[in-house]
Every structure is written in C-alpha cells, then in structure tokens.
C-alpha cells in the first residue's frame, strides 16, 4: 500500500512538499 503523511514546520505552517503530499510506498 501507500502512506501519505504532512507535517507542520517550526512556524506552524503546513509542509506537504511543494504541493505534493508525501508518500511512502510500502511492499510486503
């Protein structure tokens, strides 16, 4: 599956790349 995740920087301002959410693929 996938994990899509953003967080907040140290001026509380929302990081999600540039527009584009981070991602993790994740394989089993």
Do not use: P
Not at 2 to 27: E, P, V
Request: charged letters at 20%.
């Amino acid at each position: 599956g996938q994990f899509n995740f953003c967080f907040k920087d140290s001026a509380n301002n929302w990081d999600n790349n540039n527009g584009l959410n981070w991602s993790y693929t994740i394989r089993r």
